[in-house]
């Protein structure tokens, strides 16, 4: 298939696109700046580079011709209801322009969830609406009612390789700056996801998109560990010592705030009807060769 993958110069859509080219597949890497730096890194994933902003679909649209799937990684954190409905309008239209139904595979996250009671969550869990991030969760539904062909998949929290984005790499910099700060809730535990991993279920959704046209899938491991704990396991292997400053979660800002309870996922329908299984057990079985991945991803960058 030709595949186009939104946000492919970040830090899952990198491995989501990689990863994809390995399977067989044409992967196109929309960017702003296709000879950028990460840009060039895509290329020699054999992912090509392609101009085009998100956010604006008429930069964009013409690498719908040919494509069979769009992969969506992006969140637009400045309008990110408004970049993610036309995206879908525009989907819609290019299907209405020339009969090809492209299956869209669209990334939330299990933050979207917000405050729900439940120890343990998964695909049918209901969110709480007045969670920060609950919009997500609406623009999963308004995806359904247009009738685009389309996959769900709501991550964990990554981490692994260069964890540009991922709270671990937020860890080790702060540590290293000697800063170390924990925000909210000292006893959540969140579920978390290799990034490596994350990629192969993108993957396994694409080898046979028809068969799970509708679906939602959570992607996360079986880590259990709190959010505390898997912050000092960080900050000892990047070299501090002292102690982590405890901030509330409004301090962290709108993702802080959005991730402040335990978020506890299954992934036991991923398990059934994608054969999926995570090849990393945890972040805190190999701290020292994540941070290091991190430390060369930043003398490269």
């Known amino acids: 298939m030709q595949i186009l993958v939104t946000g492919a110069t970040g830090y899952a859509g990198r491995r989501v696109s990689t990863a994809l080219a390995r399977a067989g597949h044409t992967v196109l890497g929309l960017t702003r700046d296709a000879g950028s730096p990460a840009a060039r890194d895509l290329a020699v994933g054999e992912v090509t580079p392609v101009q085009g902003d998100v956010t604006r679909p008429e930069s964009w649209r013409a690498h719908l011709d040919g494509t069979d799937a769009l992969v969506h990684l992006l969140l637009d954190m400045s309008d990110p209801v408004g970049t993610d409905r036309r995206l879908f309008a525009e989907l819609v239209a290019a299907q209405e322009r020339d009969g090809r139904r492209r299956h869209l595979v669209l990334t939330t996250g299990i933050s979207s969830y917000g405050r729900t009671g439940q120890a343990l969550m998964d695909e049918n869990t209901p969110g709480n609406p007045e969670s920060p991030l609950g919009f997500r969760f609406a623009l999963e539904k308004e995806l359904a009612a247009t009738g685009l062909a389309h996959t769900v998949i709501r991550p964990g929290f990554m981490y692994g390789g260069p964890a540009t984005t991922s709270m ?132 490269t960058a």
């Open 168 to 299: 671990t790499g937020q860890w080790f910099a702060d540590a290293e700056a000697g800063k170390p700060v924990f925000y909210g809730d000292t006893a959540k535990r969140w579920s978390w996801v290799h990034v490596d991993d994350l990629a192969d279920a993108y993957v396994r959704v694409l080898d046979n998109p028809a068969a799970v046209d509708g679906e939602i899938f959570v992607i996360a491991d079986d880590q259990r560990l709190s959010a505390l704990d898997m912050q000092r396991v960080a900050v000892r292997t990047a070299g501090h010592t002292g102690e982590i400053t405890l901030e509330s979660a409004e301090a962290g800002g709108m993702l802080q705030l959005a991730a402040d309870q335990d978020e506890l996922v299954t992934s036991a329908k991923a398990h059934r009807l994608l054969g999926w299984r995570p090849r990393h057990a945890s972040f805190t079985d190999a701290p020292g060769q994540h941070h290091r991945a991190w430390k060369a991803a930043r003398r």
